[in-house]
């Protein structure tokens, strides 16, 4: 039994154990758990991928004269101004003004928030224009002007989804070629994608939320930030393995961190082909080993998280529930999965060579003293359901 | 050894003024190789790009290059058709499954970090319309 105080001593005086989550399995098979978790301090995870719901809060000071944004365009992407004067959120999956978007199918969706975001982080110079109907105290109508991420007063990442504890491998029973944010998926089952780092994933190493909660300091793009609530659609009470493991989406996490401490290798605008513009994050969580059976539970492998696999070219969009069947990590990494009793192609849309990199990051930062272990304020939560939103009459 | 056949993967880049000029005709006949172009295109400026195989022995493909150069075409021994940006790369592994030659392909079963064997492609293209990081791109 350690706790938080114990293991972030050991990583002040720089003489913390810290294992990534892709070494921690055979450690433990050899150390045995009961003196691996007495010698361990922490386990890194990490996961880099798409993550829709992300975005940005930006203030621009003020201008001479002032000017309070009712409509802004960075890049010529529409940020939401509906906040006070010089403040916007940018969201990555907002299409550039004037992108043809599907109009000629599949579309190629080239530049849109996540590219911005991406942009910011870089240092890259970005337009700005905004318009406003005027005030007296806020007179200014109209500004056009140059900025890049140093001239602003913050530039916060406000990630209201991130992490999704497992996912979806998305395949195509249709009879003609689909573009989903899943990726391009051929018809007959001919190919299928996944998404997810899986034993390395954050919230596969915590199935239970036993260490991550609202608090909990993480890595988001090599700033460290925190989780500040449960990620939008959050819902712990789903069917799970007999060991915990959910068998679909569950939890995820909301994340923020300042985005002027960032890495651009880490934050990068995709463009999905047919489907739109997103923003592909990388984030590490560290797991402390507060006793054996949170080690137990970060001892997860591949073969042990099973991901159900929907078919995209109706039960995902008509939004009927149904799973064709379930798939581990270590079939969808081999890079073949049968389904039907034909074997399909699998890709990959999240990055294991890049979450990899991002878990020895952390480790390092943690090894060296940079980075300490923050203890939730509040649990997320184990029991809720994913809820439907139901089209009713309009009320008489 | 001198007599063993090899293949080599070439761009070749034609100048304005060198499109009209059977140049593949020669490379076959008086130069004895065998041929298999994967991607050709004349621009509106009268440019020309092809993207080939060539398979004969060292002697005879050198003799062949030779024979070009005197075209004024520009030589590039390594397929050049489609670029592969290592720093744009994120190894998610997406791209994969659409190569047709797994010219893209998992190099590491440990990191599984992405490689690219630039003789193996055959200028589908399909990487870069369908990669999400716009890693890929056509030299033409």
Not at chain 1, 263 to 280: D, H, P, Q
Not at chain 2, 3 to 18: A, G, H, I, N
Request: charge should be neutral; charged fraction near 25%.
């Amino acid at each position: 039994m350690k706790t938080y105080e114990q293991i972030n001593h050991r990583i002040e005086s720089g003489k913390a154990v810290v294992l990534t989550a892709d070494e921690i399995m055979d450690y433990v098979d050899k150390k045995g758990l009961h003196a691996a978790a007495e010698e361990v301090d922490v386990v890194t995870t990490a996961t880099f991928g798409p993550m829709c719901s992300s975005g940005c809060f930006l203030n621009f000071g003020h201008s001479k004269p002032k000017i309070r944004m009712s409509e802004a365009w960075i890049a010529d992407v529409l940020v939401y101004t509906g906040l006070a004067a010089v403040d916007v959120y940018l969201g990555c999956t907002q299409l550039r003004h004037g992108d043809p978007a599907n109009m000629y199918p599949p579309g190629e969706f080239r530049y849109g928030g996540g590219h911005v975001i991406e942009d910011l982080v870089a240092g890259k110079k970005l337009q700005l224009f905004a318009l406003s109907y005027g005030t007296d105290c806020y007179p200014l109508r109209e500004i056009r002007t140059y900025f890049t991420i140093k001239d602003l007063n913050q530039a916060i990442m406000v990630n209201p989804r991130n992490c999704y504890q497992n996912y979806n491998v998305a395949i195509n029973r249709s009879d003609h070629t689909i573009y989903t944010y899943m990726g391009k998926l051929e018809p007959r089952q001919k190919n299928a994608n996944y998404c997810s780092a899986g034993q390395l994933s954050p919230l596969l190493n915590d199935p239970y939320y036993d260490t991550i909660g609202v608090g909990t300091r993480v890595w988001l793009a090599g700033a460290q930030g925190h989780v500040y609530a449960e990620g939008t659609q959050h819902a712990g009470g789903v069917a799970r393995t007999p060991e915990g493991v959910p068998m679909g989406g569950a939890g995820t996490l909301a994340l923020t961190a300042d985005m002027k401490q960032m890495r651009k290798e880490f934050v990068r605008g995709v463009s999905f082909i047919g489907y739109g513009v997103s923003l592909a994050l990388g984030i590490g969580i560290p797991i402390p080993i507060l006793n054996e059976e949170v080690l137990k539970r970060a001892c997860v492998r591949d073969r042990d998280i099973l991901a159900p696999v929907v078919d995209y070219g109706t039960d995902y969009p008509q939004n009927t529930g149904k799973v064709i069947g379930h798939v581990n990590y270590e079939q969808l990494r081999s890079g073949r999965i049968e389904v039907d009793g034909r074997m399909v192609e699998v890709g990959s849309l999240s990055s294991y060579y890049k979450a990899l990199e991002i878990a020895n990051l952390l480790a390092d930062e943690i090894r060296k003293g940079d980075f300490l272990l923050a203890a939730p304020i509040s649990p997320l939560g184990r029991d809720a359901k994913m809820k439907p939103l139901v089209k009713r009459e309009p009320p008489r | 050894m001198k007599d063993q056949t090899v293949t080599k993967k070439l761009m070749f880049y034609f100048p304005r003024c060198e499109c009209d000029k059977p140049i593949i005709y020669h490379l076959v006949k008086d130069h004895h190789l065998i041929v298999n172009v994967f991607r050709a295109k004349v621009t509106p400026e009268e440019e020309g790009y092809l993207v080939l195989d060539v398979t004969g022995t060292e002697e005879e493909i050198q003799d062949g290059i030779d024979f070009v150069k005197t075209f004024n075409v520009t030589v590039n021994y390594s397929g050049k058709g489609v670029i592969r940006d290592e720093e744009l790369c994120s190894h998610c592994g997406y791209c994969v499954p659409y190569c047709p030659p797994k010219a893209l392909k998992i190099e590491s079963g440990s990191t599984r970090k992405i490689a690219y064997d630039e003789s193996k492609c055959i200028e589908c293209l399909a990487c870069i319309r369908i990669c999400p990081f716009n890693a890929c791109t056509s030299a033409f």
